[in-house]
């Protein structure tokens, strides 16, 4: 019997959720990732010594501030993980951009720009984006300008449904937030078959091969195995060390969870009213979006405070 990781990777494509490139070469995924508190840890990795003093020498000597040199380092170590996958990579556009669509728009073509000076083409990345109206506009601006983009903070199937009508690539529903959300709210332990996380991704995957939409639904934000296995045959899995170490290790038989129905007609897009609308009477969707925005621009605060501490101690040397 084979792993469940490797019967996994059968069913649906495995995506490393690290920017860990021992993690990453252990695993060997299709795609990964890097955001702010990825960059953070590379900024004390042995394996990231290298891309991060080339980035900052080259940020310092452009005159780049420490937001600017943070863009920098966070596109300079996706491109170092580009060169180890043979898939995308996933960047992120700064969560303070979250409801500003044409200052998403600028910096999305700026990250694609600074990858493509460091040889990584666009076929190779994704631009993360939330999931907020403003961001699915921003989006739909993008993937017409052949920018990819991954739609992440996705705890609806409204938002599911503003990024199909809005033709991106890629989004990312996630499970564990959710149900930490119901957990905390009634106090019961869910398993996998009642898992209100596992249950949200089924029904937007269910959406959208009944439908016909062509956007690809990456199940993140694992909590167990059990949710994962939960999920198997979901079109991605984006899923951390620790639990892609579990799954490597069970020889147990994994079942196919998911699978895809013929589509039909796409249905009649959906309005911002209605997706407002919607979002308001969803606390879940509402609560976990606003604080998943909060704590990405949180980690992003943290790099640039440290990035700023670094280019003070530099001055001295550079007088």
């Not at 129905?261 to 009649?268: F, T």
Request: charged share 25%; net charge negative; aromatic share 6%.
């Amino acid at each position: 019997m084979t792993s469940k990781l490797e019967q996994l990777r059968q069913m649906s494509t495995v995506v490393a959720d690290t920017g860990d490139i021992d993690a990453v070469r252990q695993f060997k995924p299709e795609d990964c990732t890097t955001n702010p508190s990825i960059v953070l840890a590379a900024l004390g990795s042995p394996a990231f010594a290298d891309v991060v003093a080339k980035a900052l020498d080259e940020g310092r000597r452009a005159g780049h501030g420490a937001s600017e040199l943070a863009g920098d380092l966070t596109v300079a170590v996706g491109a170092e993980l580009a060169r180890i996958v043979p898939g995308r990579v996933s960047t992120e556009v700064d969560a303070h951009l979250s409801f500003d669509i044409d200052a998403s728009i600028r910096r999305a073509r700026a990250i694609i720009e600074t990858y493509d000076r460091l040889g990584i083409g666009r076929e190779r990345v994704l631009v993360k984006l939330a999931s907020t109206w403003e961001g699915v506009r921003a989006a739909e601006v993008l993937q017409k300008e052949g920018i990819d983009c991954n739609m992440t903070l996705l705890f609806s199937l409204a938002q599911a449904k503003a990024c199909a009508d809005a033709g991106v690539f890629l989004i990312s529903p996630f499970v564990g937030r959710i149900t930490d959300w119901y957990k905390a709210k009634t106090g019961k332990a869910y398993e996998p078959e009642e898992d209100p996380g596992v249950l949200s991704v089924r029904r937007i995957y269910s959406y959208y091969k009944e439908h016909g939409i062509s956007t690809v639904v990456m199940g993140a934000s694992f909590r167990s195995t059990g949710q994962i296995e939960a999920l198997a045959g979901c079109d991605r899995l984006t899923i951390a060390p620790a639990l892609l170490d579990q799954l490597a290790k069970d020889e147990g038989p994994l079942e196919r969870k998911l699978v895809a129905s013929a589509g039909h007609a796409k249905p009649e897009a959906m309005s911002e009213a209605a997706f407002r609308w919607e979002m308001n009477e969803d606390e879940m969707a509402s609560d976990k979006l606003a604080e998943g925005i909060r704590k990405f621009h949180a980690d992003a605060l943290k790099l640039n405070k440290l990035l700023g501490e670094r280019l003070g101690e530099a001055a001295p040397a550079t007088a």
